[in-house]
């Protein structure tokens, strides 16, 4: 039996920084990662360059059951004190839209630099370790096919459900409830929806097309692009409404965010007489697009100049731009989601440490927690964040 002060379940990001962050404390850390290496879903994140954290990081920017929990380790762990660890290891990296920071080079680059921490830091990993079973007596003994250990304290950090392929289970929600946890019921985040019928057969047409707009569900709106597919509709927008959005539900697309529909229209009426509506919308949205749309919703003055077609007409082509509305069969589900919504709750776990309110010496931290980013970078900070506060404990 090999013991330590800390056995922590899982390399991912949150793992990782909560085993730096113990180990810099002298404790004794062991991290547990199933897969062959650690780190699996920072090395495939933001395209290949780690999207690892964002200048606007603010509570307001989570999903969660108890939207107030996030802030005490948010505030006390900041975008700004992992951007000095990344600056500490000469890591060149640029800002993108909205406050993203991505690494110039490669992920692998935050990577190196998280086991470079570990190292420093006395941390030992273990790749390729499955995990038996978690028991309980007077310390936590962890028996795995690595052989069994033993700890004071244990660090779950084992993610949630999203990208199977990248060794995702639910283990982490089975050991919450193992202790007694509540558990919220969890759904694929950040995630791009699907359609069937003739709105599938409309967004197979147009896959690879992208254009900008504002789409909504309920009081929840985003402004950005949107990005037709194969299989339904994708893009940023999306994938942040998707966070918010339940079955059933309709969204709503404004293909011309930042412009009066019914002014534009009727403006050109004025300025192009005659031309065609798909001639005078071909400045603003891709012309698959409008010839697409041309076809659901001005099929009957498809070739008529703008002269010739009455405003009321006008007007409501123009509604039909500003609030096209729609109902995504699902979404595609853990297979592609970046997050997972939902999971422990967090009610059971002090905001400042992470610890359990139910078994002294466990901690839950990072995704396998109620608590979701944005796209853009939130996550991840919620990773570096909520792993610092229990290695600063644990």
Same mark, same amino acid.
């Given at each position: 039996?090999?013991?330590?002060? /800390?056995?922590?379940?899982?390399?991912?990001?949150?793992?990782?920084?909560?085993?730096?962050?113990? $180990? %810099?404390?002298?404790?004794?850390?062991?991290?547990? &990662?199933?897969?062959?290496?650690? $780190?699996?879903?920072?090395?495939?994140?933001?395209?290949?360059?780690?999207?690892?954290?964002?200048?606007?990081?603010?509570?307001?920017?989570?999903?969660?059951?108890?939207?107030?929990?996030?802030?005490? =380790? #948010?505030?006390?762990?900041?975008?700004?004190?992992?951007? =000095?660890?990344?600056?500490?290891?000469?890591?060149?990296?640029?800002?993108?839209?909205?406050?993203?920071?991505?690494?110039?080079?490669?992920?692998?680059?935050?990577?190196?630099?998280?086991?470079?921490?570990?190292?420093?830091?006395?941390?030992?990993?273990?790749?390729?370790?499955?995990?038996?079973?978690? /028991?309980?007596?007077?310390?936590?003994?962890?028996?795995? %096919?690595?052989?069994?250990?033993?700890?004071?304290?244990?660090?779950?950090?084992?993610? $949630?459900?999203?990208?199977?392929?990248?060794?995702?289970?639910?283990?982490?929600?089975?050991?919450?409830?193992?202790?007694?946890?509540?558990?919220?019921?969890?759904?694929?985040?950040?995630?791009?929806?699907?359609? *069937?019928? =003739?709105?599938?057969?409309?967004?197979?047409?147009?896959?690879? /097309?992208?254009?900008?707009?504002?789409?909504?569900? $309920? &009081?929840?709106?985003?402004?950005?692009?949107?990005? @037709?597919?194969?299989?339904?509709?994708?893009?940023?927008?999306?994938?942040?409404?998707?966070?918010?959005?339940?079955?059933?539900?309709?969204?709503?697309?404004?293909?011309?965010?930042?412009?009066?529909?019914?002014?534009?229209?009727?403006?050109?009426?004025? *300025?192009?007489?005659?031309?065609?509506?798909?001639?005078?919308?071909?400045?603003?949205?891709?012309?698959?697009?409008?010839?697409?749309?041309?076809?659901?919703?001005?099929?009957?003055?498809? &070739? !008529?100049?703008? !002269?010739?077609? =009455?405003?009321?007409?006008?007007?409501?082509?123009?509604? %039909?731009?500003?609030?096209?509305?729609?109902?995504?069969?699902?979404?595609?589900?853990?297979?592609?989601? &970046?997050? !997972?919504?939902?999971?422990?709750?967090?009610?059971?776990?002090?905001?400042? *440490? #992470?610890?359990?309110?139910?078994?002294?010496?466990?901690? @839950?931290?990072?995704?396998?927690?109620?608590?979701?980013?944005?796209?853009?970078?939130?996550?991840?900070?919620?990773?570096?964040?909520?792993?610092?506060?229990?290695?600063?404990?644990?």
């Amino acid at each position: 039996m090999t013991t330590a002060d /800390v056995i922590i379940i899982g390399g991912g990001a949150a793992g990782l920084m909560c085993a730096i962050t113990a $180990g %810099n404390r002298g404790r004794r850390v062991i991290v547990l &990662e199933g897969s062959n290496k650690i $780190g699996k879903k920072i090395l495939m994140s933001g395209g290949g360059r780690c999207n690892f954290t964002n200048l606007h990081c603010e509570p307001s920017r989570f999903v969660s059951d108890n939207p107030q929990f996030c802030i005490s =380790a #948010l505030t006390r762990y900041t975008q700004w004190d992992f951007i =000095a660890l990344v600056e500490k290891h000469g890591i060149p990296y640029h800002e993108k839209t909205a406050g993203q920071l991505f690494c110039d080079n490669s992920s692998k680059d935050i990577v190196s630099m998280l086991q470079k921490e570990c190292d420093s830091a006395g941390v030992q990993i273990l790749t390729h370790c499955a995990i038996t079973s978690v /028991v309980f007596e007077d310390r936590f003994t962890v028996s795995s %096919n690595k052989g069994k250990f033993a700890s004071e304290s244990l660090v779950v950090a084992s993610g $949630g459900l999203s990208i199977p392929k990248m060794g995702a289970s639910g283990f982490g929600y089975q050991l919450a409830r193992q202790f007694g946890h509540k558990v919220l019921d969890t759904t694929a985040g950040l995630v791009p929806f699907t359609f *069937t019928g =003739a709105m599938h057969d409309l967004t197979g047409r147009l896959s690879g /097309v992208s254009t900008a707009a504002t789409v909504s569900t $309920g &009081e929840v709106a985003f402004t950005d692009d949107i990005l @037709f597919t194969h299989r339904g509709l994708s893009g940023p927008a999306i994938l942040q409404l998707s966070s918010y959005w339940s079955p059933g539900d309709d969204v709503d697309i404004d293909l011309m965010p930042g412009t009066n529909a019914v002014d534009y229209l009727l403006g050109a009426k004025q *300025t192009q007489p005659k031309a065609l509506l798909r001639t005078a919308l071909g400045a603003l949205l891709p012309r698959a697009l409008v010839t697409e749309l041309q076809a659901l919703l001005w099929p009957d003055v498809a &070739e !008529t100049p703008l !002269t010739e077609i =009455a405003d009321d007409t006008l007007h409501r082509i123009a509604g %039909n731009l500003g609030h096209w509305t729609l109902k995504p069969a699902a979404t595609e589900g853990y297979r592609t989601a &970046e997050v !997972t919504l939902g999971g422990v709750d967090t009610a059971e776990l002090s905001s400042r *440490t #992470l610890e359990s309110r139910r078994q002294p010496g466990l901690y @839950f931290v990072g995704e396998v927690v109620d608590v979701t980013g944005h796209l853009g970078g939130f996550n991840f900070q919620w990773a570096w964040s909520s792993g610092w506060a229990a290695g600063q404990v644990a």
